[in-house]
């Protein structure tokens, strides 16, 4: 009798054709019943979260525009609110009514700048014999560090005080380098200590600005002038730049130093009385905004901070999309992990004034440098798209077209020859928040960044060289820094990815036209995504 093989009988209505179709149907079936009970709730809470931060952010801009119109119109100029006399040269007593500065330069492999700062150094207008510069080098390439110590004593052969100091390693990174330089021996005569980046030149009357303002007060801990960019032509990325940092200049340093003497240290461009830093503890490496914890905690202890807006000196801004995302990294990541680290101090500060107590906490920390980061991305770049998948969460138009626009134009006031690139502003601003967004919580978590320190590079006149040479010679073949690969980012594509796919379902079936932004910042992210948005403009 043959073998009869065994079947296995089952019922139709058990048997599955797995095809696209029934994918499909089922996914759309998932989601009308999450859609009701979950995601509209969630996404409608997104939304009331959202304009709350987009209202805490409207009023601050609204207030510091106000004060800012008024410290133009009514306040006095800071040398009519705090005693300043210039720096007169007595042939009786020779040099000794000129306090002993310290200048500092923090460098670590400054290749292309370092003769750009030591020079400005060396030539700042003040007694030879009242001067002593710094160089606080952490190079670790051998040739930079020779060249580095050969220009030091170039200018020491010239009769400059000038001090090159190294250190076996670098712990604590540019905190560190500071902190032990304020240990050598030969600083103990010095009074005030002036800050330059490698990358930053005074002008030779900067010290007779600003150190009568720190004689004649002895209440004013720091002095800090103002940045300008000597390449802020270069192209779109450094363009963008100064937009930003012009508005934090021309507008939150003046609002902070005329109302409540107070402001965040810039880290250069700034003369520091050395008592108020000894006695607000010195210089500490538990953050990766050392010259913001230091202004922090001096200010808790009763010292005033002026910030001279005239007083300007020249400095390089990030030519690369590379070196200006660590350098984001690093601004947005700090605050809110010094933030996290200080805000009880801060309330439980008896020395400090309850308003200024409030201003610091809310307005400079958690408005400006966590709201301001999260409220762009979360609600430009997530929620606002997700409402047009889910259109029974409305937005209601103040909140996604008239606020944003009032905090883009009070936000445009410190570089009004830029008024035609606003708008790409605002979708660049919105890519970079995706980043400083991702920061801030790494900061605030202190998750595993927290303390990651990446040196912005610079490149000096190294550009301005190569567009020479390629005029003198036109034929020369051109070399690529970078593999195509090498400039991918994966999290801009993504999005990008994201918001063209919101656009087009809002172009077929959306009512509100907002497919015309997606798209563009869909552009955006794209540019940036495959490293291009430092082309020239």
Known sequence: MAEVSPKVMIPESFQFQVSSSDIAGQLTLIWELLKAPLIVPLLTLGVYICLAMSLMLFMERVYMGIVIILVKLFWKKPDKRYKWEPMQDDLESGNLNFPVVLVQIPMFNEREVYKLSIGAASNLSWPADRLVIQVLDDSTDPAIKQMVELECQRWASKGI???????????????????????????????????????????????????????????????????????????????????????????????????????????????????????????????????????????????????????????ELPSTFKA??????????????????????????????????????????FVRKIIAHMVTFSFYCVVLPLTILVPEVKVPIWGAVYIPSVITILNSVGTPRSIHLLFYWILFENVMSLHRTKATFIGLLEAGRANEWVVTEKLGNTLQKAAEAKKSNPKAPRKFRFKFTDRLNTLELGFSAFLFLCGCYDFVNGKNNYFIYLWLQTLTFFITGIGYVGTII
Not at 222 to 238: K, P, S, Y
Request: hydrophobic share 40%; net charge positive; aromatic share 16%.
């Open 324 to 365: 200006f995302r660590f350098q984001q990294h690093r601004w947005s990541c700090g605050p809110a992990n010094l933030f996290r680290k200080m805000v009880m101090e801060i309330v439980r500060n008896k020395k400090v004034r309850f308003w200024k107590k409030v201003y610091v906490i809310y307005s400079f920390f």
């Open 161 to 315: 005080n000038i001090r090159y100091q190294i250190r076996e390693n670098r712990t604590g990174y540019k905190a560190g380098a500071l902190k032990e330089g304020l240990k050598r021996s030969y600083v103990k005569h010095c009074e005030y200590v002036c800050i330059f980046d490698a990358d930053f030149q005074p002008e030779p009357d900067y010290l007779r600005r600003a150190i009568p303002f720190l004689i004649h007060n002895p209440d004013i801990a720091l002095v800090q002038g103002r940045w300008r960019f000597v390449n802020a032509d270069e192209c779109l990325l450094t363009r963008m730049q100064e937009m930003s940092l012009d508005y934090h200049f021309t507008v939150e340093q003046e609002v902070g130093s005329a109302t409540h003497a107070f402001f965040g240290f810039n880290g250069t461009a700034g003369v520091w009385r050395i008592a108020a830093i000894n006695e607000a503890g010195g210089w500490k490496d538990r953050t990766t905004v050392e010259d913001m914890d230091l202004a922090v905690r001096a200010s808790l202890r009763g010292w005033k901070f002026l910030y001279l807006g005239d007083l300007q000196v020249k400095s």
